[in-house]
């Protein structure tokens, strides 16, 4: 057994540190016009140079050998800077899925140029009556010659205005169907909007899609697999995205209350102060345990990897929410403001709990999984 | 022991609750509900309407305009307000500053200043916390010297709800400071289109700008502005903090989420099932809803105490508490509800028919409240600091 940070990780992680306080600027992060795609291209580049769109992929498809332990350490240090590229949606997610199942064709046309960051992906999975469910799909795919038609509402499409290519799943005689789709294919038409956290998402409404047999990702009705070893995968980014945001509120509100002096002492001398941030603190540790498990389970494809990921999702929620919550409250009134990256750290994480899975639907899953 | 109100009381609760179905403006009601943000027009409006019914002053004795209402009588319309879903009155002029008028003021001051909270044509805003002064706040530093006939004040205030919609401020001040920390404090009136007065919106972190923090530069404020005496408004403070705890309770809004969550937690999903057919969904809103029937019992048991004479006993010290966590639940089930369209803003009006109607109606404003309800935890003395209270003062440790 060994837990410990290999030196190669260690030094991923020392990189991404380094990136994060040399290029990331907390209060430009978000403050980008509404119409803006989210986030800044050169970051999306520099991105590519550092090999972190390719980390989770084998040296022989161009990636950089590494694996999903190394993406969540990236994940974890980026998320204390405020990751609001899609590097999980595009290089995580859908790279895990091109990489499982995509052919020559879609390697060539979709993942080569993903790695090199001239090219986007992300997920259409939700639609508005699904909730969480990925299997309640009624968008619907009909066989026509040589290819399929397809026509639907997908829901709450994460970084849609900067996705070049769309992993939509449709359902035809089959069962569940994974497309790989063109974002820009006539019949698909976008609305975007600001999500609570300052980020992106669209609703996305296909009509009449023309999409050749080769648009196909995987086996024709084999998408519910591809997507629970996918759902594990955004598990472990989300939880490792979560734990940064917990561990940087931890740090910002501990140095606070060392300064805020109410009743002529420091507010951090009072106990009912120490324990709660003992508190976020032990909600921190759950999280970063939970999280190696997963992290280690779903990069082995254990048998184990389903209940690891709902695990550390059902946590990374709870103490997300307390962690985030009590940050708030600890600063007072500058906890409600847009004035401190408190607030914005408190909303990413309210958000992840509301992306793929609540900590309510993963407590579910776990049971099921578990009987 | 019954829990039945009395054929009075229950005769204005037919005539509120008619009153709100015809008389009050609807369309406040529909804005409300949609979470759009509130103008202070929207305020005035709603101020006028209730005026013109004689109800905007319910707190008042009837020597000063008010309704005179028994504390039953006030709790049952504030019901009936919330249950309409119109908007709560602005608590700073009619709460907070009017009964210091009538209770401290002069007789000038009176008739200067309460005929127009009475009817509604003006806003009030406090100006008590300060950067350096929250929890704390008989540390407070923004000073008013006395020059002549006037003071000077000069200092910052902040969290100032509504300041930028304010026809008015009523401040603490400290005209001294050799003493301790209670002394030496005064209470000042002043317009905030004074010479001096800067505004500076806050925004929060639901994206809405509701607060503010108000730069005061040698702001000449006349002496005949001051309610009481120079150096003695901590007393007059602490008395305006108590009429600020029984505010809280909101029981009609708590009522009406509760109500209508279980109604969106049980409509169909397409799969035949319901949100309150997952156990777990329905096991923490039966949660939320006991924990409300615990905070509407205690409620009632304050309005008893003081129906028949008495002081309230020590359930009211934990009424802040209860009442702003138990608000905070309920938005937490909100966007647990609203599922997958729980980070949703909502998309904007003129968005196309077929991506609006997708998101549904009560998932728009869901995360807005979740954030803003935050603040309940915090404003009008922490938790923390209520917590204390009831440690020293109830329980005597």
């Known amino acids: 057994m060994n837990l410990s940070l290999s030196e190669e990780q260690q030094l991923l992680q020392q990189t991404a540190q380094r990136f994060v306080e040399r290029e990331f600027d907390l209060r430009k992060r978000l403050d980008l016009e509404p119409g803006h795609v989210g986030f800044e291209r050169d970051h999306w580049q520099q991105y590519a140079k550092n090999g972190w769109l390719s980390i989770t992929l084998p040296e022989e498809a161009g990636g950089a050998d590494g694996s999903l332990v190394d993406a969540a350490v990236l994940i974890q240090e980026l998320a204390k800077g405020l990751l609001v590229e899609p590097l999980i949606p595009s290089a995580i997610l859908a790279t895990g899925l091109l990489e499982r199942f995509g052919s020559e064709a879609q390697d060539a046309r979709y993942l080569r140029p993903m790695i090199d960051g001239t090219r986007i992906a992300t997920l259409a999975l939700l639609e508005p009556d699904s909730r969480y469910d990925l299997s309640r799909v009624s968008t619907s795919a009909q066989r026509t010659d040589g290819g399929f038609r397809i026509s639907g509402h997908k829901s709450m499409v994460w970084h849609g205005p900067a996705a070049d290519l769309l992993i939509v799943s449709a359902r035809d005689a089959d069962g569940i169907t994974l497309f790989a789709l063109d974002a820009d294919s006539p019949g698909i038409e976008r609305h975007d909007s600001l999500t609570i956290d300052g980020q992106r998402a669209s609703e996305v409404r296909l009509s009449d899609v023309r999409a050749g047999a080769d648009a196909v990702l995987g086996a024709q009705g084999d ?149 | ?213 108000v730069e005061f530069r040698d702001v000449r404020v006349p002496v005949e502005n001051r309610i009481g005496e120079e150096g003695k408004a901590w007393g007059y403070s602490k008395y305006l903090l108590a009429n600020e705890r029984t505010s809280y309770a909101h029981i009609g809004g708590k009522r009406v989420a509760l109500q209508e969550l279980r109604k969106l937690a049980g409509a169909l999903a397409p799969g035949g099932l319901s949100l309150l057919d997952d156990p777990l969904f329905a096991a923490r809103l039966a949660q939320v809803e006991i924990d409300f029937r615990a905070l509407e019992v205690s409620v009632l048991r304050v309005l008893s105490s003081l ?91």
């Not at chain 2, 929890?135 to 004040?153: I, P």
């Not at chain 2, 603040?375 to 204390?388: F, H, K, L, P, V």
């Open chain 2, 1 to 213: 022991m019954d829990f039945a109100f009395s054929e009075q009381d229950e005769a204005l609760r037919a005539e509120a609750r008619s009153f709100f179905a015809n008389e009050y403006p609807q369309d406040l009601i529909a804005k409300l509900a949609e979470g759009r943000p509130l103008e202070k027009a929207d305020y005035l409006r709603s101020e006028q309407a209730l005026s013109s019914k004689g109800w905007l002053a319910v707190e008042w004795p009837v020597e000063h305009g008010g309704t005179g209402w028994t504390p039953t009588q006030k709790y049952v319309f504030d019901e009936e307000l919330e249950l309409a879903g119109a908007l709560n009155v602005t608590p700073f002029g009619l709460l907070y500053v009017g009964p210091v008028i009538y209770t401290f003021g002069s007789e000038a001051q009176q008739q200067r200043w309460l005929p127009d909270i009475l009817a509604g044509r003006v806003l009030w805003a406090q100006g008590y916390s300060e950067p350096e002064a929250g929890s704390d706040l008989a540390s407070l530093q923004c000073r008013a010297e006395r020059v002549g006939d006037e003071y000077v004040v000069n200092g910052i205030k902040t969290w100032t709800s509504l300041g930028h919609h304010a026809d008015w401020i009523f401040c603490l001040v400290r005209t001294d400071d050799s003493g301790r920390h209670q002394e030496g404090i005064s209470f000042l009136c002043f317009p905030m289109d004074s010479p001096g007065i800067r505004v500076h919106p806050i925004i929060g972190i639901d994206g809405h700008h509701s607060l503010n923090t």
């Open chain 2, 307 to 397: 129906a028949a004479g008495d002081a309230p006993g020590p359930e009211s010290s934990a009424l802040k508490i209860l009442a702003t966590e138990n608000a905070q639940a309920i938005t937490e089930l909100y966007i647990e509800a609203a599922g997958h369209y729980g980070l949703s803003r909502g998309l904007p009006w003129d968005a196309p028919e077929w991506a609006r109607s997708a998101v549904p109606d009560f998932a728009r404003p869901a995360m807005t409240r979740y954030l803003s309800t935050r603040a309940e935890s915090i404003y009008g003395g922490t938790n923390e600091i209520q917590r204390n209270v009831i440690s020293k003062r109830v329980l005597g440790l």
């Open chain 1, 223 to 371: 998408g519910e697999l591809g997507l629970e070893r996918m759902l594990d995968e955004a598990m472990v980014a989300l939880g490792a995205e979560a734990l940064g945001c917990m561990q940087a509120l931890l740090a910002q509100t501990v140095d606070y209350v060392k300064s805020r002096k109410q009743f002529g002492q420091a507010i951090g001398s009072f106990q009912v102060v120490q324990h709660r941030l003992v508190d976020m603190f032990i909600a921190c540790e759950q999280v970063q345990s939970l999280m190696i498990r997963a992290a280690i389970e779903v990069s082995a494809e254990s048998p184990d990897a389903s209940l690891a990921a709902s695990a550390l999702k059902v946590k990374a929620g709870q103490a997300g929410r307390f962690v985030g919550q009590q940050a708030v409250q600890l600063h007072g009134g500058m906890g409600m403001t847009g004035e401190l990256p408190i607030g914005l750290y408190f909303k990413r994480l309210t958000a992840i709990d509301a992306q793929f899975g609540d900590s309510s639907h993963h407590l579910r899953r776990y049971g099921r999984l578990s009987r």
